[in-house]
């Protein structure tokens, strides 16, 4: 139901006591929920992804040199990192690279998002790059939710808040388009339309100029290990400075602390993701807009608390829990990915 008011509920002094204030956000969140809890939104093909596929890989190779994803994000830097680079076009509904405004407002990709989510208001949100070199395998897993009020929360705590399945209330609906620019070896996109229960579907190389539009946020997927088996690095054979930059000759080149490796055009995986905001209607973009329903990091404590006293689990006391390191530990320890593969070493997302 839309336009409706949060409730607060009266304490015994005619004031809602902080508790009280924190159930009915949550039963108010839930009545405006803007998305269903499971995946309803379809995968939807383009083929072609770019009207000019040259001109995007032109600018792929303009925009390096590239840091890794994990230094990009701040992830924690455990050693274990893998030669998986990232930079954004855009993001925060701004492009940052002159040039990719086409890119960003692709007209493909927003009629392929509303009809895969069924909406009619589409904004553009973030595009970005990521380039693979050979590698192992990456996890099953969803992508960095988008919750409302939670924009600037750290990547740890994004990546538990949609582990622990706590907080659809505040999910906004995220169209991702994947399109890809690989000719080389393995590097297959698996994917779970039906759930991690039912059978997988895999996008083989060679791709080129194709893309999928798919609900990632909602739908676990992964990318396979990339390259000849020999030539795959493992974790931690690279440090956190690594650069990958553009080479003279058409091909890639490694910079981690003054060494050089060379990579061929058809070693690096190119994949262009876009996310857009997929409202049904503008009432529903309004009701985003209008932040009466956001999330912040007293009530998500508190969300979290709860579950872990129902599990009996001891929280530690937090004044802040962004930053508080016990909190951090004990969530980190408790949230993690419901869906692990069996038979295949990965890395970590
Ligand atoms: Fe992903």
């Given at each position: 139901?839309?336009?409706?008011?949060?409730?607060?509920?009266?304490?015994?002094?005619?004031?809602?006591?902080t508790k009280?204030?924190s159930m009915?956000?949550v039963?108010?969140?839930?009545?405006?929920?803007?998305?269903?809890?499971?995946?309803?939104?379809?995968?939807?093909?383009?083929?072609?992804?770019?009207?000019?596929?040259?001109?995007?890989?032109?600018?792929?190779?303009?925009?390096?040199?590239?840091?890794?994803?994990?230094?990009?994000?701040?992830?924690?830097?455990?050693?274990?990192?893998?030669?998986?680079?990232?930079?954004?076009?855009?993001?925060?509904?701004?492009?940052?690279?002159?040039?990719?405004?086409?890119?960003?407002?692709?007209?493909?990709?927003?009629?392929?998002?509303?009809?895969?989510?069924?909406?009619?208001?589409?904004?553009?949100?973030?595009?970005?790059?990521?380039?693979?070199?050979?590698?192992?395998?990456?996890?099953?897993?969803?992508?960095?939710?988008?919750?409302?009020?939670?924009?600037?929360?750290?990547?740890?705590?994004?990546?538990c808040?949609?582990?622990s399945?706590l907080?659809?209330?505040?999910?906004?609906?995220?169209?991702?388009?994947?399109?890809?620019?690989?000719?080389?070896?393995?590097?297959?996109?698996?994917?779970?339309?039906?759930?991690?229960?039912?059978?997988?579907?895999?996008?083989?190389?060679?791709?080129?100029?194709?893309?999928?539009?798919?609900?990632?946020?909602?739908?676990?997927?992964?990318?396979?290990?990339?390259?000849?088996?020999?030539?795959?690095?493992?974790?931690?054979?690279?440090?956190?400075?690594?650069?990958?930059?553009?080479?003279?000759?058409?091909?890639?080149?490694?910079?981690?602390?003054?060494?050089?490796?060379?990579?061929?055009?058809?070693?690096?995986?190119?994949?262009?993701?876009?996310?857009?905001?997929?409202?049904?209607?503008?009432?529903?973009?309004?009701?985003?807009?209008?932040?009466?329903?956001?999330?912040?990091p007293r009530l998500v404590a508190e969300i979290f608390r709860k579950d872990l006293d129902r599990q009996g689990i001891a929280a530690p006391a937090s004044?802040?829990p962004?930053?508080d390191?016990a909190w951090?530990?004990t969530i980190?320890?408790n949230y993690?990915?419901?869906?692990?593969?069996?038979?295949?070493?990965?890395?970590?997302?």
């Amino acid at each position: 139901m839309r336009g409706v008011t949060p409730r607060l509920m009266a304490g015994a002094c005619g004031m809602a006591t902080t508790k009280e204030k924190s159930m009915a956000q949550v039963a108010f969140a839930e009545e405006a929920k803007l998305r269903p809890d499971v995946m309803l939104a379809k995968p939807v093909w383009l083929d072609p992804a770019f009207e000019d596929p040259d001109a995007v890989v032109d600018l792929v190779r303009a925009s390096a040199p590239y840091p890794l994803s994990a230094r990009v994000h701040k992830r924690d830097d455990n050693g274990q990192d893998v030669p998986f680079f990232r930079i954004f076009w855009a993001h925060t509904r701004q492009v940052r690279v002159p040039g990719a405004e086409p890119y960003f407002y692709n007209e493909r990709f927003m009629e392929a998002a509303k009809e895969s989510f069924g909406a009619t208001v589409i904004i553009p949100s973030a595009i970005m790059i990521n380039i693979s070199t050979p590698t192992i395998g990456g996890p099953p897993h969803r992508d960095l939710p988008y919750f409302r009020g939670a924009e600037k929360f750290p990547f740890w705590l994004l990546k538990c808040m949609g582990n622990s399945d706590l907080f659809h209330p505040w999910a906004v609906p995220i169209a991702s388009t994947l399109s890809w620019f690989y000719r080389g070896e393995a590097g297959d996109f698996e994917y779970w339309p039906e759930g991690p229960d039912a059978p997988s579907k895999l996008v083989q190389a060679p791709l080129w100029n194709v893309g999928i539009v798919s609900d990632n946020e909602y739908m676990w997927h992964r990318v396979g290990a990339v390259g000849p088996e020999a030539e795959r690095k493992q974790p931690g054979e690279i440090t956190r400075e690594v650069r990958l930059h553009a080479s003279d000759d058409g091909g890639w080149e490694m910079h981690d602390q003054g060494k050089v490796e060379k990579f061929p055009a058809d070693k690096a995986r190119i994949s262009i993701l876009w996310k857009a905001y997929a409202f049904a209607d503008e009432a529903a973009e309004a009701e985003y807009r209008n932040h009466e329903n956001d999330l912040n990091p007293r009530l998500v404590a508190e969300i979290f608390r709860k579950d872990l006293d129902r599990q009996g689990i001891a929280a530690p006391a937090s004044d802040d829990p962004v930053t508080d390191p016990a909190w951090k530990t004990t969530i980190q320890k408790n949230y993690e990915p419901k869906f692990q593969l069996q038979n295949e070493a990965t890395y970590k997302y």
